[in-house]
């Protein structure tokens, strides 16, 4: 044991000593260990941080040094008490230890509830978590003073941990020495080896990472969307390598506040390793803490604290991604020295409404994106040049904007802050998709609409949303095994809550069993969701089952929030003449609102189909036509139409549109 050697033939107790280690050899063995942004020199008796010296006591010095002998490994409170206390000690060893250990907890900026470094097992030990890089160097340099250092002080009123002999003759220390830095020599040259030999052995390969969600410690729940705006950013960050699987938002927030086994975790989102972190905020002091698990073995490969005094909470959130691409070695996009990112501050104010933001566009609640818009659009008054602000906005116009007032009203806009957005900055894969998507789904602009999607997934390979419109176009298109092979993809980077759009992907390419099966998965995961209730209808209605359908379209209709009046009327419908009844109380309620409002022409169209009236349906997709609704897009592979897909009208339609005609392939 390397402790218990120093204990008993290094540190020196003597009247000049203070109870430091030092050393009496001409020729030392230059001994160091690293672990986060700490480097504990074992020859100075001192730890620093980032080359500062910090002040720290005899037995804590000792405490720590035990421990990163052992990473990962428990240090027993037994061997502590044998190597710091010995039997004819007499002192209170339980407060000894703890007032030691709190000490040096307070030294590392670590706490016991959060454990950074040193983790507590109750009654048993302690174990340091993060890796450890130990160095030896041998040097011929004049021996250190034996003054004692200002990095250590002794403990007022405890003895030293070991008394020698006042009386020694001269040489019999020279001999001492002599062997223990050959015995020091001996013992850090055989932990070296070893060392080196267990990491390239067991070096992480990690190729795909869980952003678990950032849990916020300020006290304060108004807090949360600087929590949660930081997780999307880290995802987002991360995300931008091609050499590494980053999950999805949506399928890790579903552990928000879930107190779950990390390995579990891991092994339901089919991971290498997970990130995990914390953020608290103050005014305009910002902190994260991050830490880094390697699932499988569970190791703890990393943790670090980033601070923040202007607010700057993109700044620290890009430290935090840096870092995590050091530590598992992948490479993020490179970012263009002209973007706006380097070349200007974000106001702090601005970064604070951006991330209500994005809080507001990962809500379920009613208006969340009304919410989003305006957070987002007050962001952008803020700061002028903040291009994520703008993609956002871009994002919550042309995909998570509520259909009133619809998309003559939206897609403009939504253009309009996308190309702000890549003007400001190219890199914004934000942007890039929702271009693509207004390509796509408003301007029928298929060429330029996949040019769009390549330039988001090239900046973004895990943009899951991107891939799964990509996967949508190519289906309509007719290509449809391309299409598979995004919608796949789609699904690896949202195993749990994005199965709802490859579901409808699956649909369109008539392939019933696949997107049933994940219809299945979504309601047994979550059976209020109501995307999964309506990807059941979708394929019941496909596979015959009329009556079950209806009821799974019902039971959307009030998961997803629709009017009470709406769902009343549906209920009477159904109850008083089947599925027939529910078809048409829902053309009905349709109709009523067209008088005042915005009436998705395409869903309705598919309402007059299912009730047999063709020239309904058709005077409503002309209708789609004229609105530009982005349902037109999906007309000749929506199985719904398949009934008037020989209908000239219907053909004339989708030409116009610039769809290919005829049904995917299958």
């Known amino acids: 044991m390397l402790w218990p050697l120093l204990a008993q033939d290094v540190i020196d107790s003597g009247p000049n000593s203070g109870g430091v280690l030092t050393m009496n050899s001409q020729r030392a063995s230059q001994v160091s260990a690293r672990f986060g942004s700490f480097e504990m020199d074992l020859r100075a008796g001192e730890l620093r941080k980032r080359g500062v010296r910090i002040r720290l006591q005899a037995q804590p010095f000792q405490i720590l040094g035990m421990l990163i002998e052992r990473p990962g490994e428990v240090v027993t409170r037994e061997e502590l008490r044998r190597a710091l206390w010995p039997g004819d000690t007499f002192v209170d060893f339980d407060h000894g230890l703890n007032n030691a250990i709190n000490r040096l907890r307070e030294t590392l900026g670590d706490s016991a509830e959060n454990p950074r470094f040193l983790e507590t097992l109750p009654r048993r030990g302690y174990r340091f978590i993060v890796p450890v890089e130990i160095s030896a160097t041998t040097s011929t340099d004049s021996p250190p003073s034996l ?7 002794r403990i007022p009123g405890q003895p030293p941990p070991v008394v020698h002999e ?30 080196g ?68 975790i891991a092994r339901e989102l089919n991971v290498d390793a997970l990130l995990e972190g914390t953020v608290s905020r103050s ?43 050091r530590e598992i070695r992948v490479a993020l996009s490179p970012r263009d020295s002209t973007t706006s990112r380097d070349s200007h501050l974000v106001n702090p104010e601005a970064q604070a409404l951006y991330f209500r933001g994005l809080h507001a566009l990962g809500s379920a609640a009613g208006g969340a ?14 700061d002028p040049n903040f291009a994520n602000a703008y993609g956002a906005l871009a994002m919550a116009y042309a995909v998570w904007y509520p259909g009133e007032p619809g998309p003559r009203q939206n897609m403009p806009k939504a253009r309009e802050a996308a190309l702000k957005a890549v003007a400001l900055d190219d890199s ?11 390509d796509l789904a408003y301007d029928w602009n298929f060429g330029e609409a996949a040019q769009e999607f390549k330039r988001a997934l090239a900046l973004d390979p895990h943009f899951a949303i991107a891939r799964d419109f990509y996967a949508r176009e190519l289906v309509i298109l007719g290509r449809t095994d391309e299409a598979m092979v995004e919608a796949k993809r789609a699904l690896e980077l949202e195993p749990y809550s994005g199965m709802d759009y490859p579901a409808w992907v699956f649909c369109l390419a008539h392939r019933y069993g696949d997107s049933l099966e ?90 007059c189909v299912r009730l047999g009236d063709k020239k309904c349906a058709l005077q409503w997709l002309e209708k789609g036509y004229q609105e530009r609704d982005d349902l037109m897009i999906d007309l000749n592979v929506d199985p719904v139409f398949d009934e008037i897909r020989t209908d000239l009208g219907f053909q004339d339609l989708v030409r116009r549109v610039g769809l290919p005609e005829g049904k995917p392939q299958t």
Request: glycine share 8%; proline share 4%.
């Open 518 to 607: 994940l219809a299945q998965k979504m309601v047994a995961i979550d059976p209020n969701f109501s995307w999964g209730h309506w990807a059941l209808a979708v394929n019941y209605e496909q596979l015959g089952n009329q009556e079950e359908a209806a009821q799974e379209y019902l039971r959307f209709e009030v998961l997803s929030g629709s009017t009470s009046q709406r769902i009343q009327r549906l209920q009477e419908g159904l109850a008083r003449s089947g599925v027939k009844g529910f078809w048409q109380a829902s053309l009905e309620d349709y109709r009523r609102t067209a008088k005042s409002g915005y009436a998705p022409p395409v869903l309705v169209a598919g309402v």
């Open 369 to 382: 994106s009304q919410t989003a818009v305006d957070y987002l659009q007050q962001a952008v008054k803020k």
């Open 283 to 325: 005014g305009n002091h910002v902190r994260i803490t991050a830490n880094l698990v390697q699932s499988s073995p569970e190791t703890h490969l990393w943790a670090e604290t980033y601070d923040s005094e202007d607010g700057d909470i993109l700044g620290v959130q890009q430290r935090v991604a840096d870092s995590v691409a």
């Open 147 to 153: 003054a004692p250092s200002p990095s250590l002080e």
């Open 166 to 195: 006042k009386n020694r003759q001269p040489l019999l220390m020279v001999l001492v020495s002599s062997v223990i830095v050959g015995g020091l020599l001996i013992v850090f040259g055989s932990l070296i080896l070893r060392r």
């Open 428 to 438: 914004i894969a934000a942007g890039h998709m929702a271009l693509a998507y207004i």
């Open 197 to 264: 030999q267990s990491s390239r052995a067991a070096a992480p390969q990690i190729r795909s990472l869980a952003v678990l969600p950032i849990e916020n410690i300020s006290g304060d729940v108004s807090q949360d969307f600087l929590a949660d705006g930081m997780t999307e950013e880290l995802i987002t960050e991360l995300g931008k390598s091609s050499a590494l699987r980053v999950i999805s938002r949506t399928s890790v927030m579903q552990y928000k506040g879930r107190k779950k086994p990390l390995q579990e």
